[in-house]
C-alpha cells in the first residue's frame, strides 16, 4: 500500500476555499485516491475518489497531479461544519477490503 | 443516501457482561464491516461480512463474534466484556462485489457506538 503524507493541522476561514494536500509518492497505477473525513465523535464519511482525472462532486473537488504522486482536496467554500479529520487514502481496486486510516489533517474553520 | 445506523452512541457495561452491538444499512449492500477506532492506533477492522451467513476476521477478532442473519443487519457480540474493550465501534457497509474475498467500492460508516466497560 501507499504511504501518504499529509499536514497535521490546517487552518482556513469561513467562506473560503480549503484546500487540503496529501502526497502518495509510491502509489501504484492502479490505486486509487480515496478521500474520508471524521468530524469529532463521529463515524468517518466518503468524500471523493479519482484515478487519474479530477473529479467534482457536490461535497468536493479532487485535483490529481499528472504524475499521480500527490493531490489536492479543495473544500471551495468551507464553513464550520468542515471542522474535522481529512484522511487521504490511496486504495488498491479489487483488493482492499480494509481501511488504513493515517493520521490525516486537522482541517479548522474559523469564523 | 446511504444510511448506516447503529444501535446506540453510547454504552456503559460492566466487566463479563455480554454486550450487543447491531449495525442496520438500508441500501442492500453486500458487504459490512466492524472496526474500532482507539487514539494513536487508527481504524482497525474486526469482523466483515460479504454476504449472509459469511463472516470473516479482520486484524483483531479475539474476544468478538459476529452474526449476519440478514442481508441488512451486522451485529457486533462481545461475549464477555473486559476493560480493554472500551473504544469506539464503528460499523460500515460497502456495495461492492467480492473478488476472491477482496472488496473494493466506497465504505459508508454509522455514527458510531462509544463503548465504555467498568
Known amino acids: 500500500d501507499a504511504k501518504t503524507t499529509q499536514p497535521p493541522s490546517m487552518d482556513c476561514a469561513e467562506g473560503r476555499a480549503a484546500n487540503l494536500p496529501c502526497n502518495h509518492s509510491?502509489?501504484?497505477?492502479?490505486?486509487?485516491v480515496y478521500w474520508y473525513r471524521q468530524i469529532h465523535s463521529q463515524g468517518p464519511q466518503y468524500i471523493i475518489h479519482?484515478?487519474?482525472n479530477n473529479e467534482t462532486n457536490e461535497m468536493a473537488s479532487l485535483i490529481i497531479t499528472e504524475d499521480r504522486k500527490s493531490s489536492t482536496l479543495i473544500l471551495p467554500h468551507a464553513t464550520l461544519r468542515d471542522t474535522a479529520v481529512y484522511y487521504c487514502?490511496?486504495?488498491?481496486?479489487?483488493?482492499?477490503?480494509?481501511?488504513?486510516f493515517g493520521k490525516g489533517t486537522l482541517l479548522t474553520v474559523n469564523p | 443516501d446511504v444510511k448506516v445506523t447503529q444501535s446506540s452512541r453510547y454504552l456503559v457495561k460492566r466487566t463479563g457482561e455480554k454486550v450487543f452491538l447491531e449495525c442496520v444499512q438500508d441500501m442492500d449492500h453486500e458487504n459490512m464491516f466492524w472496526y474500532r477506532q482507539d487514539p494513536g492506533l487508527g481504524l482497525r477492522l474486526i469482523y466483515f461480512?460479504?454476504?449472509?451467513?459469511?463472516?470473516e476476521k479482520g486484524d483483531i477478532p479475539e474476544g468478538y463474534s459476529v452474526s449476519r442473519e440478514k442481508k441488512e443487519r451486522f451485529s457486533l457480540i462481545l461475549e464477555s466484556a473486559s476493560t480493554n474493550q472500551t473504544s469506539m465501534y464503528l460499523c460500515?457497509?460497502?456495495?461492492?462485489?467480492?473478488?476472491?474475498?477482496?472488496?473494493?467500492?466506497?465504505?459508508?460508516f454509522g455514527p458510531g457506538t462509544r463503548l465504555t466497560v467498568l
Open positions: 509510491t502509489i501504484s497505477g492502479n490505486e486509487y
Open positions: 461480512s460479504y454476504d449472509v451467513k459469511m463472516k
Open positions: 460500515a457497509s460497502s456495495a461492492g462485489t467480492p473478488v476472491a474475498l477482496a472488496i473494493t467500492d466506497t465504505q459508508y
Open positions: 479519482g484515478l487519474k
Open positions: 487514502l490511496p486504495t488498491l481496486s479489487g483488493s482492499n477490503y480494509k481501511l488504513t
